[in-house]
Nanobody
Framework: EVQLVESGGGLVQTGGSLRLSCAAS????????IGWFRQAPGKGREGVSCIGRRGGYTYYDDSVKGRFTISSDNAKNTVYLQMTSLKPEDAGVYYC???????????????????????WGKGTLVTVSS
């Protein structure tokens, strides 16, 4: 059974930092790209960052470039999202999701497109106080 379990969310002040973790199981980690998405109240789910090819590929949305860093520990089947200089607009439920590498590498699908992902975690809440 495929499982993606997020952790690390919480309440932080503006300018603070959090590190999110996404623990994956039930599939071969190397065969997937893993993405982080967020959803603020009343808004759609948006792609924040994703990683693949054992870290050889990374993507960041413009809104988080220079502040967020995605990384993976293949030995632990875990992807991290280090978030710094947090802003109130970064708040929301953060989800990790997986898409098969073949879809990205051969069919041009985007690992940051929420409509393209195969598996989803249940999310972790990030609250940023102003």
């Amino acid at each position: 059974e495929v499982q993606l379990v997020e952790s690390g969310g919480g309440l932080v002040q503006t300018g603070g930092s959090l590190r999110l973790s996404c623990a994956a199981s039930g599939f071969t980690f190397d065969d997937y790209y893993i993405g982080w998405f967020r959803q603020a109240p009343g808004k759609g789910r948006e792609g924040v960052s994703c990683i693949g090819r054992r870290g050889g590929y990374t993507y960041y949305d413009d809104s988080v470039k220079g502040r967020f860093t995605i990384s993976s520990d293949n030995a632990k089947n875990t992807v991290y999202l280090q978030m710094t200089s947090l802003k109130p607009e970064d708040a929301g439920v953060y989800y990790c999701a997986a898409i098969t590498a073949d879809k990205v590498n051969y069919y041009g699908m985007r690992c940051h497109n929420p409509n393209a992902l195969d598996y989803w975690g249940k999310g972790t809440l990030v609250t940023v106080s102003s």
